[in-house]
Every structure is written in structure tokens, then in C-alpha cells.
Nanobody, 125 residues
Framework: QVQLVESGGGLVQAGGSLRLSCASSGRAFSTDAMGWFRQAPGKERDFVATINWSGGNTDYAESVKGRFTISRDNAKNTVTLQMNSLKPEDTAVYYC??????????????????WGQGTQVTVSS
């Protein structure tokens, strides 16, 4: 069973930055697509960013494009989400996800097999 542990959430003012990290216990991490999703209170879980197995291909939700950057370090089994120019509407619980079935980028939550426990990001206005 793969375990994903997120860290780096917190409270930040609008315009600020946060860096989320996710550590995977999976032995096949370097062949798996990774993704970040978020869920605001009373809303569905939404796609944020995805990265392919090598880190050479990424995709972002329109709402975060140009502000967020996803990256990975296969030697350390970690994926990172750098969030800049944060807005109050970015407030949500952020989840890291790993796909055993997809090596390429995917925006679809059902394509991911393992999920972290989530980390809260709160952006004040």
C-alpha cells in the first residue's frame, strides 16, 4: 500500500506564496503520474496540476496557470507544488495523488489510485 504525506500548507496573505510537498512510499513512484487536487468547503474536489513520470510534461487548471508550478524529484520520491500570487479563492484542502495505471499526465481523479490526507491552504484577503 502506497502512502502519500503532504506538508507545507498554512495561512498566507493574498499575493503571497506557499510550497506544498508530497512524499510517496511507493516503490514505483518514478513510473507513476502524480497530481494535485483541491477541495473548498461545500465544493467538489477539483484538478489543480499533474506531472508525468519523468517530469517532462505538466498540465494545469486554467485558474492556476502561470501562478502554480508542479515538479518532482524521483530520487527522493517527492512531488512539489509551488504556489505564487495566491488568491483568496485558492483557499482549500490540497491533496496529492499518485496513479499506478498512468505514467502520462491526467486530470481525472478516478485515474489516481492513492491519495494523501490533505493539507489546508488558507489565503486571507
Amino acid at each position: 500500500q502506497v502512502q502519500l504525506v503532504e506538508s507545507g500548507g498554512g495561512l498566507v496573505q493574498a499575493g503571497g506564496s506557499l510550497r506544498l510537498s508530497c512524499a510517496s512510499s511507493g516503490r514505483a513512484f518514478s513510473t507513476d503520474a502524480m497530481g494535485w487536487f483541491r477541495q473548498a468547503p461545500g465544493k467538489e474536489r477539483d484538478f489543480v496540476a499533474t506531472i508525468n513520470w519523468s517530469g517532462g510534461n505538466t498540465d494545469y487548471a486554467e485558474s492556476v496557470k502561470g501562478r502554480f508550478t508542479i515538479s518532482r524529484d524521483n530520487a527522493k520520491n517527492t512531488v512539489t507544488l509551488q504556489m505564487n500570487s495566491l488568491k483568496p479563492e485558492d483557499t482549500a484542502v490540497y491533496y496529492c495523488a499518485e496513479s499506478r495505471r498512468f505514467a502520462g499526465i491526467t486530470r481525472q481523479a478516478p485515474d489516481y489510485d492513492y491519495w494523501g490526507q490533505g493539507t489546508q491552504v488558507t489565503v486571507s484577503s
